[in-house]
């Protein structure tokens, strides 16, 4: 095994091995170290085995399906925990990728700036993008959500779709912004000296040998470490507080609205929190986003992509059960994935229908997803991973 | 209300006992003040165009088209209205059926034999044919959507938000198969053919196709309140809408009232889609760029209630339109939104809607 490839191996290990614990059952013993051992040697085992350019192929997957399991974590806050139908996810997503975008970005002076215009580029380190994202699109969340949420469940779903397509509106017209409709670009990516032939001024020389033979390319294992890392942080955050007094209180707003009430819970209050809690991390999972893609625009955040298959993934793996946010964002992004090579496959297929149709090959996937979606809604509305009902953490095995 | 419920026939009126920010707060939920927040938005609207730099001709334009484009969101957002009260779920596939009107028009119009354009209007007979035929077959295809999905849902008892859900999936369905038919270009019912605009008094300029949608709109409209009013049918909807269950207690079919509801509301969103797609074209996205301006003329005009939807529908039109005068018109969605807030904060049933909530 030469250096480059343990390296790669080795970031794909650390990636996997943030993933891997959380998809165990609960119940298995030694569910996190047996899950980190498991991660770090299927990365090793995969960066050893798999010609490079499938390993670039499956670290692309793996950072898309992390992203997109970050969004279905913050639906799950919504959606899963509260009962919020937030039809807008794309919306918070765009919010957060472009706050991070402007917060880390360098503001373009002299000729570049005709071309590219921004409202500030404050050259913020990546973390402080990221916790800026969050925090403005829990902001907007807070905003929509004080005068819908006192309402019936429904405006909520059509509110939140409204306030998507203004986002989108917002970030496609106004040039002063965020470069209006053409993309932005030059998102600075975290770490990304480590890669390129003269390494960051903070690594120490002695030590600079160690990651000789990375070059630019390996820059994406790297950084699916990263958002493999926040993944499990989120996780980690979210499962603590949904299974503390918190996440009882929002089960019970859910289920049982007035004797949550009588209780002498703020039903409304409640709301509120958790819907502005998954917006915050909808707003993260956008940044994440604009790093990895470094230029953004406002079609990256359509219904379809943006909201559309979030849903798909939480039904799928299951409403109320962060594990299966998780598990379902993974299986429908590889449907997803798959269903592109389906089309492919079929064009030969569609060609004998009608000759325009190979070229709309794509519009299949959509279909097939739809479909799934539809299926899921009518067949397992509970998912794959059911919603647990545990009373408390101290009361092991009792399911009631 | 509490304090009428306690009096008792025969007992004089007592004096309002409530104090002054309960009696404000009563006062903005009522119909006028929602009504005059319309009225003022708009004044301040006009305003802002003449301010803008629009001519008073141009704004007078701007509402003859406003009213026009209220007619196609009216028919949309009736049939939407509807099936939300029949059925009690916000339909969000309704966008992809007015899409599918217009592209099944589109697919109907070259299969008969070209007449001669019925001037001064820029079409032919065969395009009134067209919307004829178009109608009937979405509002088949919306109740086939039903019986193969959401009379799935209704017979499990399932919560209105699994058919909100199964109706997005529907949407990007028939959003896709359009996709696939019909491919993701442009299209025009008459590429190239002209439609000079007609001068009016006031100097007003307006294409006589956009006439006609005008008049459509209201025939339909029309024909939807005979229906409701004066049919047996359209009894049973009311009755069903107000109460399901009642309803079949008193020997309702409720599923052939869903049925017709669905065939209906899908026939006059086709009837919308075919409208907008004559009065600028066709594409994919033309339905879901029309949802938001439908749901907010839904909610505006009370839930369940057409003749609220066609009010908010001609005020969303209007008030689209004057704010092309001094905002980026690709906001259009953004005005609608704002006006279905503020119904939302001021008087959530809507301005049609019954006081009692």
Known sequence: MSQLIFLKGLMLGIA???????????????????????????????????????LSYFIGFMTMASLYAILSLGLNTQWGYTGHL???????????????????IEAPTGLAAQYTQVLFGLQMPFLVGVLAAGVVSGLVAFVVAVPVLRLRLDFLAIATIGVAEIIRLIFQNERWLANGPQPLRGIPQPGRCLFESRHCEWLPESLAWLIEPLGTRDYTAFYLMIVAAFLALIYVVLE????????????????????????????????????VVGAVVMGIAGALYAHYTVAIDYSHFHALFGTFLVWIMLMLGGSGNHRGAILGAILVWGVWAGTAFLANALEPLLALIHEDLPGRAQYIRWLLVSLLLAAVVLFRPQGLLPEEMRVSNHLRGNGH | MAVSETRKPGQELPAD????????????RTRGFLVGTFVVILIAMYVAGLIAGASAQRLLALTAWGLMLGGIIALGSIGLSLVYGVLKFPNFSHGALVTLGAYVAYTVVPLLPQGEALRPFSFGYEFLVALVVAMPVVGLVAVAIDRLVYRRLRNTGAHLVLFA???????????????LIWGPDFHFYYPGRANPALYLPFGMRVRADQLFILVLAFVLVAAVYVLLEWTRMGKAMRATADNPHLAQIRGINTERVIAWTWMLGGGLAAAGGIMYGLSSQLRPEMGFWLLLPMFAATIMGGIGNPYGALSAALIIGIAHQVSTSFLDPTYGPAVAFVLMVLTLLIRPQGLLGRTEG
Do not use: H
């Open chain 2, 17 to 28: 006992e409530r104090r002054l920010g309960e009696r404000l707060r009563a006062f903005i």
């Open chain 1, 240 to 275: 603590r507080t949904c299974r503390s007094p918190w996440g009882r209180m929002l089960r019970a707003v859910r289920d049982e609205e007035s004797s949550a009430a009588m209780n002498g819970k703020n039903v409304t209050f409640a709301r509120v929190q958790a819907f």
């Open chain 1, 86 to 104: 937030n039809f807008g996810v794309a919306g918070f997503f765009a919010v957060g990728a472009f706050t991070s975008a402007l917060f880390t």
């Open chain 2, 165 to 179: 859900m199964a109706s997005l999936a529907m949407a990007f369905f028939v959003r896709s198969m359009i996709y």
């Open chain 1, 16 to 54: 996997l091995a943030c993933i891997l614990p959380i998809l165990l059952p609960p119940g298995v013993r030694w569910r996190v170290p047996g899950g980190i051992v498991l991660g770090l040697a299927a990365g090793l085992g995969i960066a050893a085995s798999v010609p490079s350019g499938y």
